[in-house]
């Protein structure tokens, strides 16, 4: 037996972008942050917090929920399954990626902070 499964509470880096592919089929990326807080040593050191960036992908119709409410800055719950990606870029070089492909989304940011964005 194998297992991927990812979960994920972060915050939303920037507002996401959403496009359509063939048969109208949405496609949602974004950036969530997730944070690991600082802490000191028993001899004083003091540890940073530590930020990780992740790129999120979702299908159908989480991509149209992200579409509609998800905003810069909005906590989000993720949970979903790493993908590793190669492409060639612009300049013809190969080039690596890690993804987060969402099955289940939840929006924790609370709805009195989201109605006074729109």
């Excluded at 915050?11 to 996401?16: E, I, L, S």
């Excluded at 089929?25 to 969530?32: K, W």
């Excluded at 909005?74 to 979903?80: A, F, N, R, T, W």
């Amino acid at each position: 037996m194998s297992m991927n499964k990812v979960m994920l509470i972060g915050n939303v880096g920037a507002d996401p972008e959403i496009r359509y592919v063939e048969q109208g089929v949405a496609v949602a990326r974004l950036r969530l942050a997730t944070t690991e807080r600082g802490y000191t040593l028993q001899n004083g050191t003091q540890v940073p917090d530590h930020t990780d960036w992740h790129t999120v992908i979702l299908w159908r119709k989480l991509a149209e929920i992200v579409e509609k409410y998800v905003h810069k800055g909005d906590k989000l719950y993720i949970e979903g399954r790493i993908r590793y990606t190669t492409y060639d870029d612009r300049q013809g070089q190969r080039r690596s990626a890690t993804e987060i492909w969402a099955d289940n989304m939840e929006m924790l940011t609370p709805k009195s902070q989201d109605e006074s964005r729109s």
